[in-house]
């Protein structure tokens, strides 16, 4: 018997893509001969999603992977499923199985999607700059579109973001599964007066959808301080003066909800979406990823012994390697728009403008050299040892030379200062840099 | 010993004539006040002192390797259960101590550019030559009579510890003669260097400070300069090493530096506990001591190298001679950490040999990837090691002495006169260790398969690097080549 619901994932991320057919699956891995290199793109099984009829028509493995479609990036659409918590305790995929098992069907399971776009919203602090979708409740298997639809829109105006699809399940694919492909990733525009028909006179526009007149996006510029400015502020499109030119984008985030009735009880659940830019370098991770940011929110900011594993560091390192391979670090460790720059900007403590760095360190290639090194000496199953250099999370506002320098280095946080791994991957490191140096000590005698 | 050395100690002022003794008696007996200090015959006042330096930069770096080798072989099986996080500490305050060494011996070479001297990034190895050491030069794991040498050689004029004289004679035992003080040399330094009548003050170039190391490009983090205590991130019960790698380019710079070098080895000073050299082996030593001597450590050979059939061979109990690595596995291992030992070296000395110019300091050249790739030998060094250190020494003996990494100097540290023929020089090390790695990957066990991959990628990587770099150098001396002198 069905207990509860869950979607999973919890949290799925699209990415943008104007392609009509989404981008084909695929795994990061490490190729074991080429270590320092970049990860590998393996292909691996994808649904093929029959667009009328909802149905998975065909399974594959892609023979080569390609990013665009006759020029347009391929969308990244994942689906999430519905998984049953059983009366066994079990967690497990819903089938149509179980629910005929409940005197239930495939229609029985209704769906709703909200997502919204705020950034405008969150600036002007005015409620009708929200942009939001809300396909209402269905439960049939035709594509439900996402238009995002605001008070401050001229009349009829929209912003696609994309479309749903509840999978109308088969015998062959008998789980209830919903697919969610994001808007193309275009860029829309302001107008105080009616906009023309066709297209719009500016290359960077797809469209002219907010009425400058009735909202205050158009000419906005961010106050001084206050709660609600992000820092650093004035992170939107703006004029010579900062003044907002009005873009808006199809970027968007929300809710899918999912109800079933059964045997006289309502059964839901949620979970979230998101669609963003494409990741125009697959093969690299970042250093710090929202997925450390949940894995620290759910099993906190300390690890285990059992947990810290020279694998799980080398994943770190290996990330770090990525991060700095995609960074210009001669032009980031210039007093600049960067963190040195930064640094000297801040009304307080501030600092005299000076690159971060001896410049003589920050060639990209050698920084990418050393971190190979790192990767490599990690790989011989001794202990790593630069627990030192990372920074702390009490040292983000340390402007010494020193501080500056601490790991990672010349990247921002997202409160301005400068970034720093989580507590719990900087724990992970230090476990293993006091445990024993080199790998066959069990320290037992 | 090395005539072309000692005759000039034999005639420091007031020296015995014994010469193993010269060093520690000799130099103690230096002019006082208002007594003229001469030099040794033969040399004017800044050669002299370049002569004394060259002799300092030897033995920080014959200190930093001993104390690498003691470091490594703390650990393993034998460590008590309860006690590991206590003989990890130690292990973490030696290599400490050694990285606190790497940055005398770069200061020192600091030094010796300022005064526009030829740099030193030479040693003895075994046979030692006791006047120029403290001690015989001896790769040894840790115990009370390793440990005794090392305090000896880090001491004070005046101990004011009550174990002085057990621990002076422990380490005479290990040594075979009474351990000479570092800080003697130090002292004759600083009394020919105040001297403006042996060193005029235009013997120091300014300008050099453009080849010199600094912590800006070597201290990776750790603490500059500024003496103080703050503990180590990740061992916090432990104080963070401070690098003091000291730029020269006056008189009264050159003084400072060789001040907080002397001592960083074996201040006294209240407060300094745990922080001299002196000061943190005596913390070790009284911990084996209640620990029981020995206990803890991995059963390394004394000495090993890859010569099977050197002129020092000698038994494996015995710790005055050498021992051959004979398990064949554990030799190549040796022979590719002696290659990489080599190639830190030479990184090293080639770093000095190009200049960070203040003047263009948005002009990215290889002094930087020189002094990347140095830090990057380190790493491969320790993960080297930590292959050595658990192979047996001789195969055929599974339970006898372990392997251990050798730190054989190589034939030449001389850099050819050319930037092209460096480079070249930089692609036959790399050569050498890609044999020594494919002979590992065809021949070896399982151990370090994962690591040897990694290696012979980033070797590829550097290999075509260097490849453009060759083609891009010229065969005459490059414009910004070493120090004019």
Redesign the interface.
Known sequence: MIRELRILPPLAIARFGAAATPMDNYDAVVD??????YRALRPAETLVVDTDSGEITRTFVPGRLSFTEDGQVRPVAPFVEVWALTDAGQLEPLTTAMLEAEQATASDVRWQVQVANHKAARRTGDADDRIAADTREFADHARHALDGTCANFWPGKRIPFGHVQYIKPTAAHPEIRLRFTPGAGHVYGASRTRPAAGRPADPNLTDVVYDGRRGGWLGHVDGAGGPALTVPAGIYRGDVDGRSVGYLDDGCDGLVRVRLAIAGRVLSAYGRVGAGPPAYAPDALPIRSVADELEQALFGPTVQASEATLERVEEIVRRALESVRLMNT?AMN?VGDSMAGHDARRPRPGRRPE?I???????D???E??H??????L????AP?F????R?PEEIGDLS??GR???PAMMRGADGGHLTLTRRQIDLI?TL????????????? | MRSRISRHLRNVPGAPPAADRALDEGLTTAPGVGEPALPPPELNGRDYAIFLLRLAAEIEHGLMVQYLFTAYSLGGPTVPEGRQADVRAWQETILGIAKEEMAHFVTVENLLTALSGPLNFNREEFPHDTVLYPFGFKLQPASLGSLAAYICAESPAEWGVPEEQEIKERAEVGTGAPVNRVGNLYAELIRILRDPTLVPSSAFDAGSVAFQASWDEWGRGYREGARGREAMSSLPQLPAPELLIIEVGSRAAALDAIEQVGEQGEGLEPGTENESHFQRFLAIYRGMKELGDGTGVRPLATNPTTDLEGPDVGPAEDPNTTTPIVNEEANLWAHLFNVRYRKLLVNLSHAFELSDDPGDRAALGPRGTLIHRTFSEMYNLRAIAGQIVVLPIDGAQPDGPLAGPPFQIPHTLMLPPDESGRWRLHRDILDAADTMIDRLRSEGSAGGRDYLAALAQMDAIERDQLELLIAGSSRTPAGSGAPTP
């Open positions: 074991p001969e080429q270590p320092l290199g001669p210039r690159p760095m001896a410049p003589s360190l920050v060639d290639i050698a920084l050299n050393l190979q090194s790192l990767l490599a000496a790989r011989s199953d001794t040892w627990g030192d250099v990372l702390d030379d020193r320098r601490k790991m230090r840099v006091r445990g024993p140096v080199f790998p066959e000590d069990d320290g037992a005698a």
